[in-house]
């Protein structure tokens, strides 16, 4: 009989306890401040880049930590478990980048990667537009090829870190006739003619992490910036997502777990009827709950990534899954935590209302939750 899934390893448990006691020196203390000023977390960024947690995916080739995806994975689940914004760093540079990994030319490889692994660049992913959301194939924004390169025009919404991040993965269609297969993906850095960043969104939650849409007028990039064939952007994007969407799983099992860790705090403290709350059946009943619940989440989590290193058929589904489960998971997570406060968790006073409303985006962003489903049905139905 053989076992494996997967086995966390001792470095995979090194890593974990060393991102958990950055997390809370150097990102936990600045939290809430981040989330009431609605401020990137700079203290968050430094931190990790410093200790080299801020893009542990990249291949050591490229002068990254080439760390697997279980330790990229318990990496974002780490932070998130005390700031869902700071935990955006090491996840939207795995974004970014791995389309890159996955289709890019050794020469964009060389010249995009590298900065991203010594912490002097951010990357950025742009798919989603005003009126193509979970319609990705109908955006509007084009690109054209000329004697000098590439010239993009049109605007992407949603983008996260837009405007601290250097690059941009971005996709344009190059053969507006040809739906899906005309779509191609494309490097962009911000000093690009042509490229701008708008206002900040107002957001629920995540608010450390600036949203902003980015423009390209007539922005030209050269012609090695393509990613791939032209034509092949729109498959880069989905084989991108089964690898990313594990790790907004991660970020969401992170935030539960967080949530967890202050209820499980304050029931043990707070008295009511001349006992400890916790003291009480209904209580632990809830606790014992959530604990489930996580830990089921994060198994499922933790079995994709492996399934992504190994490159298995089924990753499409089980990374779907994983996303969809654990960000269910930590929305109803949360919202029983804040239950467990009562008032008090109704208020800034704590942190999981912070941590509720971070919990939401985890059902949108990478794909809604309904479209996960469509993606596992899909699956299932194709054998």
């Known amino acids: 009989m053989s076992f494996d899934l997967y086995q966390l390893s001792d470095e995979h448990e090194q890593v974990r306890q060393s991102v958990r006691e950055l997390a809370a020196a150097h990102i936990a203390p600045f939290a809430a401040e981040v989330d009431a000023d609605a401020r990137f977390p700079t203290e968050a960024l430094s931190a990790l880049v410093k200790a080299g947690f801020h893009a542990t995916h990249i291949p050591e080739e490229y002068d990254g ?9 318990i990496v974002i689940e780490e932070i998130a478990r005390v700031c869902a914004a700071s935990s955006l760093i090491p996840a939207v540079n795995k974004l970014g980048t791995v389309p890159v990994l996955l289709s890019g030319s050794p020469e964009l490889k060389q010249e995009v990667l590298p900065p991203v692994a010594r ?61 899906a297969r005309g779509i191609s993906a494309f490097v962009v850095h911000r000093d690009d003619p042509g490229f701008s960043v ?114 298995e058929a089924d990753l499409t589904f089980v990374s779907a899954a994983a996303k969809c489960l654990a960000s269910d998971t930590a929305m109803a997570v949360t919202t029983d935590m804040v239950q467990l406060f009562g008032g008090y968790g109704y208020t800034q006073d704590f942190p999981v209302e912070r941590f509720m409303r971070d919990a939401k985006i985890t059902q949108i962003y990478e794909g809604t939750n309904q479209i996960q489903r469509i993606v596992m049905a899909r699956q299932l139905l194709k054998g």
């Open 65 to 73: 930590a080439g760390a697997d995806s279980i330790a990229t994975c």
């Open 119 to 179: 912490g002097d660049a951010m990357f950025s992913y742009a798919l989603s537009e005003r009126a193509a959301g979970s319609d990705a194939a109908s955006m509007t924004t084009r690109a054209r090829k000329t004697d000098n390169g590439w010239v993009l025009d049109g605007a992407k919404s949603w983008i996260t870190n837009a405007g601290y991040s250097s690059y941009y993965t971005v996709m344009a269609k190059t053969d507006p006739d040809a739906g």
């Open 198 to 311: 708008g206002a900040k969104e107002r957001k629920l939650g995540i608010k450390g992490s600036p949203t902003c849409e980015i423009y390209f007028d007539n922005c030209e990039i050269p012609a090695h910036r393509i990613i791939g064939e032209p034509g092949t952007g729109f498959s880069t994007a989905m084989r991108t997502l089964d690898h990313t969407r594990l790790t907004i799983g991660a970020q969401a099992v992170g935030i539960a777990a967080g949530a967890l860790d202050a209820a499980i705090a304050y029931t043990k403290e707070r008295e009511q009827f001349s006992k400890k709350i916790a003291d009480f059946q209904a209580v632990q009943f809830m606790l014992a709950d959530a604990a489930m619940n996580v830990e089921a989440a994060r198994q499922l989590v933790y079995v994709g990534a492996a399934k992504a290193e190994r490159g």
